[in-house]
């Protein structure tokens, strides 16, 4: 151009020789119009200044006295440089500014332009947007998801914990209800399975033996009380007064003659080696205790098969005839050890096992509740039942008595007091699951021996002499009245040789054997008179 300012076609650009106060750049070939519109002269403003030349080299020489902060100083001197022998310089606070580059921190300012306060500008300055009044709600909103979120993954857990412990107490109750029907035999198509395992003895049994004694001088009645405990099934199994048992010296007698003479350990041993089973304790139930276990329950219910008249004349029979008959103690007692004249021993069994099965019935099944009640019947136990383990063994049958799972039999004993092959193999052995040991008799005579002598013992050393010598011998105890001379009877004619044998195996006379009546379960009756010397 002809004012030599602006584009230079061979790329030289004019020289920046500072910036006026406001920020915009000074040019050394500017023109004099564009100096006055782009700088300012100091000495117009300041008199002591002389006059400000943009075209000339700012950093030549100036003459002294030029009224400036750094006159005097010699010519070529930086009064802006910077060296590490001389004091720090402190900026001239009337030379032209370099305009900050945008976000760089000023250098604070000394004068009046620090009191008048810094000179800021927008293009300084970064700014940081702020977050919007919405901004705390947003945040709560955030915190009430989170927080909704994990109670309902919480609230999902415990329902799920809950379906689980849902599920395994019902697998639980099923397969204990499956396991009781089980024991108990309640389930189709293993009853079968169960009667045949307890018919091989592979089942578990807890048997009692119990006595009723009249205390009025009557027959006794003998029962087994059996629990078994594997099939879940409970019975009473009577046995009659007639059933023939070994005593303890080898000898053979009846069972209501070893109750009324041997005592209850000899003919608990004595049942027990005849049935093959393993009888745990006696409980010997005299008749007022009857009485008194009938009142603890609260009486009993029968279906009486007799009417029991009262010993006293005038007053109303203790038993009448007919269904649902209501007991009381006494009325039980009677009923249970009733048995009209020429009438079948099994029928008064079936009466005593009646009242037994009506009893615990009414008795609790709670083995505490039931010990209590028998140590209320003020009882002496048997050595080997005591009352706490009576009471216990009462509790489970009472339990199969109330469920319909208990039943009451009669054991089928021949005229002779001994037990038939087939008793052996079907009753004892399914109720008991033992094996009867002296029900074949076949080769071995059985002796019946009665002593009339006048004195006490004097059949006893004729018992050891004829089973010394191989007989089974059947003891009668005492007769109602003595007799002079021995007698030796028998029934069959074959058996007439052996009555002699008989004979004289006691040392009597040949004659002595005759034929006659012999007692129910012997081949052969011995009555000894005052001949006998023993």
Not at 68 to 78: I, S, T
Not at 467 to 496: E, L, M, P, Q
Request: aromatic share 6%; hydrophobic share 35%; net charge negative.
């Amino acid at each position: 151009m002809s004012d030599g300012y602006g584009y230079d076609p061979y790329g030289r650009q004019p020289e920046i020789l500072g910036y006026d106060e406001y920020g915009r750049p000074i040019y050394a070939s500017a023109p004099q119009s564009q100096q006055t519109y782009q700088g300012y002269d100091p000495s117009a403003q300041h008199p002591g200044y002389p006059s400000y030349d943009s075209y000339a080299d700012p950093y030549a020489q100036q003459p002294q006295g030029h009224g400036r902060p750094y006159a005097g100083e010699q010519a070529g001197y930086d009064p802006y440089a910077y060296s590490p022998d001389s004091p720090q310089q402190q900026p001239d606070p009337y030379a032209p500014q370099q305009p900050p580059l945008p976000h760089q921190a000023q250098p604070p300012q000394e004068g009046p332009a620090a009191d008048a306060g810094p000179d800021y500008r927008t293009e300084q300055f970064s700014f940081v947007e702020e977050p919007a009044e919405e901004s705390e709600d947003v945040i709560d909103w955030l915190k009430f998801s989170e927080s909704r979120t994990e109670r309902r993954e919480e609230a999902k857990r415990r329902g799920r914990n809950r379906i689980v412990a849902l599920v395994v107490a019902a697998v639980v109750l099923v397969a204990g209800g499956l396991g009781y029907l089980w024991y108990a035999g309640m389930l189709p198509g293993l009853d079968g399975s169960k009667e045949e395992a307890a018919a091989t003895g592979e089942q578990r049994r807890d048997v009692i033996v119990v006595h009723l004694r009249s205390t009025d001088g009557g027959d006794t009645s003998t029962a087994l009380l059996v629990d078994n405990e594997s099939a879940g099934k409970g019975r009473t199994l009577l046995l009659p007064n007639s059933l023939a048992v070994t005593a303890e010296e080898g000898t053979t007698t009846t069972l209501g003659k070893a109750v009324e003479g041997e005592g209850a350990s000899p003919t608990r041993d004595a049942l027990g080696t005849l049935l093959g089973a393993d009888i745990k304790g006696t409980w010997r139930l005299d008749t007022p205790y009857l009485e008194n276990l009938v009142e603890l329950v609260g009486g009993i219910t029968i279906d009486a098969d007799a009417t029991i008249p009262a010993k006293k004349k005038g007053e109303s029979p203790l038993v009448r005839s007919g269904a649902d008959r209501d007991l009381d103690g006494r009325a039980a007692v009677a009923y249970a050890t009733h048995r009209a004249p020429a009438e079948a021993e099994a029928k008064q069994l079936n009466r005593f096992g009646q009242v037994l099965h009506a009893s615990l019935r009414k008795l609790s099944s709670e083995p505490a509740a039931a010990g209590r009640t028998v140590e209320s019947l003020g009882q002496i136990p048997d050595p080997s039942l005591s009352e706490k383990q009576l009471g216990a063994s009462l509790a489970k049958l009472a339990e199969q008595a109330k469920n319909g799972s208990y039943d009451t039999r009669v054991l089928p004993v021949r005229a002779n007091g001994t037990l038939s092959q087939a008793t052996s193999e079907g009753m004892v052995k399914q109720i008991l699951g033992g094996t009867v040991k002296n029900s074949d008799t076949d080769g071995v005579l059985r002796v019946g021996v009665e002593n009339a002598t006048g004195a006490r013992g004097r059949d006893d050393a004729a018992s050891v002499a004829l089973v010394n010598s191989g007989y089974t011998v059947v003891k009668g105890g005492a007769a109602a009245s003595a007799r002079a001379r021995s007698a030796v009877t028998y029934v069959d004619a074959g058996d007439k040789a052996k009555a002699v044998e008989v004979a004289k195996t006691l040392g009597l006379r040949e004659s002595a054997a005759r034929k006659g009546e012999v007692s129910g379960n012997a081949d052969v009756s011995v009555v000894l008179g005052a001949d006998y010397k023993g």
